[in-house]
Every structure is written in structure tokens, then in C-alpha cells.
């Protein structure tokens, strides 16, 4: 090995605990949510997190001493992210596992990126479609036949929970070329976007949960798991998980900490397992790799000779100005 194929140890070990931590974090969303739903609606269980989320990161704000947008443009755009990146795809996730293994939704959360191309190419225009894109699209295309194992049959509960969990994914793949078009660019952190658009998702919820799903439950009714799984999916999975990701996308570069996404589902997966006792049949596993294969491709992971520059070696990638804030 030459030096310069050799790994930079010291700044692999700046980034890769944290690294490690975000996908344990998001994987092991998919089970409070399993757990939230056996007492809550999933409306309520949105409401909940969303509004634990949205304090968390108020107070990083606060200690950061940043600010929330001021411009009414900004609100606006940020109303459309929060519905289609917060508020529908996490009530979509928690129907979902009301009829599917967390380990599942968890899979089905891995298929993003394969929405967000074709959306960003055909309809917000700000990506290219090339060969190496359209086959991994292909390739993912497959691997969501075989999850589904579509040959034996569609319908019933447990399909139409999957089809939720890909429902919450497409929403993800309208939120992320949507926030890229057009809130992006503004001069706002990362920590103060997301903080707007988990509160503009907090008062949408508050709006449609009471209509859809009659008043939440008061807190002290719930069960000890419940209040527990509520606290982690918001405190933990959205709020810390974001500071988390942002120091990852510093310290190793946006490309390398977007790679998470192949960790979550095993993470999901293991969970599941370990805790739930789930089991998967075998389409499911083989269908995400083929999943996993087909973003790979698609991002230019496979099939192409990257640069060989150590982590943390050139100049610091950009931090995105917001990305869904938890988007499990």
C-alpha cells in the first residue's frame, strides 16, 4: 500500500464515531416508532416528536445564538418542506408500522435517493440525467419489485403498509430537490432552517391531528416505552442526530457523511432483530441490496474510479444550508 492509498487514521477517527452514532440513531428510529404506535395515533405520535424536535433544536439555536429566518419568502418555502419532508412522510412511517416490521420501514426509507432523481432531473430541474444514473434508477427499480415480492400477489394489510413506507420516501424525494431549489441558497444555518420547519410542521399537525384523530392524549397517560420512544425520536433523533450530521458533513465532507444511508437499514435491521425479535423473509434483505446497489450507482459509488484524497485533505466540502431536518 502506497501512501497514497493509505487512510488519514487521525481524521478518520474525527469523523467516523459520530458517523457511526447518526446511523445507530436513525436506524433505531423505525423501533420507537413501532413502539409509539401501539398507544398513539400516528398522527399524534408525529405531533409529539415533531413538537420534542422542534425545542431541541430552539435550544441549540439558542446557545449558538443564531436566529430564525425573518423573510416572509423563506416561511413560505419552508411550509412546503416541512409538509412534504416532516410532517406527512414521518404520519406515513408511523401508518406504515402499524402494519410492517420496523426492520421493513427501515429498508423502505433506503430507497430516497432513487426518488429523488428522477424528481430533481424532470421536475425541479436541478440535476442531469446520465447512462451511469438511469442504471442505477433501473437497478433500484428491481430491487423495490423484489421487496415487495410483487410476484406473490399485491394487496392486504402488510402491502399496503409497505407501500406507506415507500409513500413516506417519495415524499422525502419531492422535500430534498425542493429545499435545494429554492431555500438552499439563502444565508440561513442549517440548525435555523430546520428549527422554522419543524415549528411550521408543528402547527400544520396541530391543525389536522385533532380533525383526523381527535385530541392527543395528555403525556401522563401514556406509558413509560411510549414517553421514552416520543423523547428519542424527537431530542434524539432529530435534534442531536442534526448537530451530529452537520459536524459530519464538516469534518468528513458532504459526499462521504451522505453515505449514512447505507448504514441505516442495517442498523434498522439488526434492531428490529435484536430487540423486536422481527424476521424478514428472504426477497426483503435481497431486494434492499439491490436497493443499496442501485443508489450506489446512481451517486457514482459504483462503476467509476473516485479521487483518491484522504479525508479531511483539501479544501472543507460546503454544509448544506438545510437538509430535512430527521428525515426518519
Given at each position: 500500500?502506497?501512501?497514497?492509498?493509505?487512510?488519514?487514521?487521525?481524521?478518520?477517527?474525527?469523523?467516523?464515531?459520530?458517523?457511526?452514532?447518526?446511523?445507530?440513531?436513525?436506524?433505531?428510529?423505525?423501533?420507537?416508532?413501532?413502539?409509539?404506535?401501539?398507544?398513539?395515533?400516528?398522527?399524534?405520535?408525529?405531533?409529539?416528536?415533531?413538537?420534542?424536535?422542534?425545542?431541541?433544536?430552539?435550544?441549540?439555536?439558542?446557545?449558538?445564538?443564531?436566529?430564525?429566518?425573518?423573510?416572509?419568502?423563506?416561511?413560505?418555502?419552508?411550509?412546503?418542506?416541512?409538509?412534504?419532508?416532516?410532517?406527512?412522510?414521518?404520519?406515513?412511517?408511523?401508518?406504515?408500522?402499524?402494519?410492517?416490521?420496523?426492520?421493513?420501514?427501515?429498508?423502505?426509507?433506503?430507497?430516497?435517493?432513487?426518488?429523488?432523481?428522477?424528481?430533481?432531473?424532470?421536475?425541479?430541474?436541478?440535476?442531469?440525467?446520465?447512462?451511469?444514473?438511469?442504471?442505477?434508477?433501473?437497478?433500484?427499480?428491481?430491487?423495490?419489485?423484489?421487496?415487495?415480492?410483487?410476484?406473490?400477489?399485491?394487496?392486504?394489510?402488510?402491502?399496503?403498509?409497505?407501500?406507506?413506507?415507500?409513500?413516506?420516501?417519495?415524499?422525502?424525494?419531492?422535500?430534498?430537490?425542493?429545499?435545494k431549489k429554492f431555500v438552499a441558497g439563502t444565508a440561513h444555518s442549517g440548525v435555523s432552517l430546520s428549527a422554522a420547519q419543524l415549528l411550521l410542521a408543528v402547527a400544520q399537525l396541530a391543525v389536522v391531528a385533532p380533525l383526523a384523530a381527535g385530541a392527543p392524549p395528555v403525556p401522563t397517560d401514556l406509558s413509560v416505552e411510549v414517553v421514552a420512544s416520543v423523547l428519542a425520536l424527537g431530542a434524539l433523533g432529530t435534534g442531536i442526530a442534526f448537530?451530529?450530521?452537520?459536524?459530519?458533513?464538516?469534518?468528513?465532507?458532504?459526499?462521504?457523511?451522505?453515505?449514512?444511508?447505507?448504514?441505516?437499514?442495517?442498523?434498522?435491521?439488526?434492531?428490529?432483530?435484536?430487540?423486536?425479535?422481527?424476521?424478514?423473509?428472504?426477497?426483503?434483505?435481497?431486494?434492499?441490496?439491490?436497493?443499496?446497489?442501485?443508489?450506489?450507482?446512481?451517486?457514482?459509488?459504483?462503476?467509476?474510479?473516485?479521487?483518491?484524497?484522504?479525508?479531511?485533505?483539501?479544501?472543507?466540502?460546503?454544509?448544506?444550508?438545510?437538509?430535512?431536518?430527521?428525515?426518519?
Open positions: 500500500m502506497t501512501t497514497d492509498f493509505a487512510p488519514d487514521r487521525a481524521a478518520l477517527r474525527s469523523w467516523l464515531p459520530g458517523f457511526v452514532a447518526l446511523a445507530a440513531i436513525w436506524g433505531s428510529s423505525f423501533l420507537f416508532i413501532k413502539v409509539g404506535v401501539e398507544e398513539l395515533h400516528p398522527l399524534h405520535l408525529t405531533l409529539y416528536r415533531v413538537a420534542t424536535g422542534a425545542v431541541t433544536l430552539l435550544v441549540v439555536l439558542a446557545v449558538l445564538r443564531d436566529r430564525l429566518p425573518r423573510e416572509p419568502r423563506v416561511w413560505a418555502h419552508l411550509t412546503v418542506v416541512a409538509a412534504f419532508g416532516v410532517a406527512i412522510p414521518f404520519t406515513l412511517f408511523g401508518y406504515g408500522e402499524q402494519r410492517v416490521e420496523s426492520m421493513l420501514a427501515g429498508i423502505w426509507n433506503a430507497t430516497t435517493p432513487l426518488i429523488v432523481l428522477p424528481l430533481a432531473v424532470l421536475v425541479f430541474r436541478t440535476e442531469r440525467l446520465t447512462v451511469r444514473r438511469a442504471v442505477g434508477l433501473a437497478l433500484g427499480f428491481v430491487g423495490v419489485l423484489v421487496v415487495l415480492g410483487v410476484w406473490q400477489g399485491v394487496g392486504g394489510a402488510h402491502f399496503l403498509g409497505q407501500l406507506m413506507c415507500f409513500g413516506a420516501a417519495a415524499c422525502y424525494g419531492v422535500a430534498i430537490p425542493y429545499q448537530v451530529i450530521n452537520m459536524r459530519n458533513i464538516r469534518v468528513a465532507g458532504a459526499s462521504t457523511a451522505s453515505t449514512v444511508t447505507y448504514l441505516i437499514p442495517v442498523f434498522a435491521v439488526l434492531i428490529g432483530a435484536l430487540v423486536l425479535g422481527e424476521r424478514l423473509t428472504w426477497h426483503q434483505p435481497v431486494g434492499a441490496l439491490v436497493v443499496l446497489l442501485g443508489v450506489a450507482v446512481s451517486q457514482g459509488l459504483v462503476g467509476r474510479r473516485r479521487p483518491t484524497v484522504p479525508v479531511g485533505v483539501g479544501a472543507p466540502a460546503a454544509v448544506p444550508a438545510a437538509e430535512p431536518a430527521a428525515r426518519r
